[in-house]
């Protein structure tokens, strides 16, 4: 007689933040075709960044909070699975630009090429500083949080964030773009809007991430 299986208790907190996660993953690399003006701030001057920095700073609060919530292995294993998603749709958008033929009637294939169709080299450069960096988010935020769990988490977060974001910008340009463009201007002009993002959302989505995943566990068990 067949025994009725039970299904594995996951909380609900990280299986709703995996399934976030993965699709962050993906569409980082789609936000990442835009270039989004940030403004003239006071010193630093005309900012501007890529979009994919947005679902990036979301995936870097994501795994602080997984690590917060359920250790820092959980949240490296959620950094590793990421690959998944992260090189499925790689693929498939090579597939669907290269292989798949448009329609007669669809006058787009050139834009949506151009946009989407990222080269192998900077493929290859988005993997190595989304596994670098976001493994190093988590190994900061839970180094930082030795002897004083629940404290500090804004602080925390941030200067995880600050350190991850940093390299994520020196792996990815100097893979992407060494002996093409002149990286020293590049790096800096990144590197300065993503900290100023990173010190701007990272704090109130850190806060807004642990205390919802904390409703979600807590409302489960009720």
């Known amino acids: 007689m067949n025994q009725p299986q039970t299904a594995p208790n996951i909380p609900l907190s990280l299986f709703a933040g995996s399934l976030l996660y993965g699709g962050l993953c993906v569409l980082a690399g789609v936000l990442g075709t835009k270039i989004a003006d940030l403004g003239t701030w006071p010193i630093l001057g005309n900012l501007a960044v890529e979009s994919g920095i947005f679902a990036f700073l979301i995936l870097v609060v994501l795994g602080s909070a997984t690590a917060e919530l359920h250790g820092t292995a959980t949240a490296n294993r959620l950094v590793r699975f990421g690959f998944v998603p ?113 010190t701007i959302m990272v704090p109130p989505l850190i806060y807004l991430f642990v205390a919802l995943g904390r409703w979600l566990d807590g409302a489960r068990r009720a």
């Open 86 to 198: 992260l090189i499925v749709s790689m693929a498939l958008l090579m597939i669907v630009i290269h292989a798949v033929p448009p329609a007669p009637f669809w006058p787009d294939q050139p834009a949506f090429a151009h946009l989407l169709g990222q080269g192998a080299r900077m493929q290859f450069a988005g993997l190595c500083s989304y596994g670098t960096s976001q493994t190093l988010n988590v190994y900061v935020f839970s180094r930082l949080a030795a002897g004083r769990e629940g404290r500090l988490l804004w602080v925390r977060a941030w200067l995880a964030s600050l350190l991850s974001q940093i390299v994520d910008t020196l792996i990815f340009i100097t893979i992407s773009f060494y002996g093409v463009l002149d990286l020293g201007p590049l790096m800096k002009g990144q590197i300065i809007s993503k900290l100023v993002l990173s």
